[in-house]
């Protein structure tokens, strides 16, 4: 049984940073492709970043992109996103994603397994 169990999320001032770890087990972790996806209040799940088996190619959301950074630690069976210069529209549950193949990308059903999402919320 795959499980993911991220963590790391909290209460941040709008500049600020903040890192999530998502912790995997239950399967070969550097196999397969990893995402992060998040959801705010009365919004739609969407896609944040993913990054391949091996950590070499990673895609990244506009909404994101140059202040987040998707990495992984084979040997910890561990995926991070590092967040920066956060901002209050980053607020929402994040969820850490385990592919279904080597390479993925912002579908949701490239990922088999989900975990249970931590909450990251900026203040302005």
């Known amino acids: 049984q795959v499980q993911l169990v991220e963590s790391g999320g909290g209460l941040v001032q709008a500049g600020g940073s903040l890192r999530l770890s998502c912790a995997a087990s239950?399967?070969?972790?550097?196999?397969?492709?990893m995402g992060w996806f998040r959801q705010a209040p009365g919004k739609e799940r969407e896609f944040v970043a993913a990054?391949?088996?091996?950590?070499?190619?990673?895609y990244y959301a506009d909404s994101v992109k140059g202040r987040f950074t998707i990495s992984r630690d084979n040997a910890k069976n561990t995926v991070y996103l590092q967040m920066n210069s956060l901002k209050p529209e980053d607020t929402a549950v994040y969820y850490c994603a385990d592919a279904s193949t080597v390479v993925a990308g912002r579908d949701e059903r490239e990922y088999d397994y989900w975990g249970q999402g931590t909450q990251v919320t900026v203040s302005s």
């Open positions: 990054i391949s088996w091996s950590g070499g190619s990673t």
């Open positions: 239950g399967r070969t972790f550097s196999s397969y492709a």
